[in-house]
Nanobody, 119 residues
């Protein structure tokens, strides 16, 4: 069984920083892209950032210049460094990974971690 486990969410003041982590575990052959999405109350889930196995990245418009995505391919872990946080960044953040176990491909989601930015 493969799964994603997120950590690092919490409460922070405007202008503060947080670092999210997401580790993939299980019988994994390869991981293509990994990313972070978020969903605020009453809103649709949106892309925050995504990174390919080769390190190519893309970001949502609202987080460019403030957030940085990175990954450790040895640890099968993706990180999201969030700086200059704003109240509008408040949301549940979900990790996503396109991975291959060798016999099945998964579009896998984590359970979500709450990020709250106070004004």
């Amino acid at each position: 069984q493969v799964q994603l486990v997120e950590s690092g969410g919490g409460l922070v003041q405007t202008g503060g920083s947080l670092r999210l982590s997401c580790a993939a575990s299980g019988s994994i052959f390869s991981i293509n892209s990994m990313g972070w999405y978020r969903q605020a109350p009453g809103k649709q889930r949106e892309l925050v950032a995504r990174i390919t196995g080769g390190g190519n990245t893309n970001y949502g418009v609202s987080v460019k210049g403030r957030f940085t995505i990175s990954r450790d391919n040895v640890k099968n872990t993706v990180y999201l460094q969030m700086n200059s946080l704003k109240p509008e960044d408040t949301a549940v953040y979900y990790c996503n990974a396109d991975l291959d176990t060798g016999w099945k491909e998964y579009d896998l989601w984590g359970q979500g971690t709450q990020v709250t930015v106070s004004s």
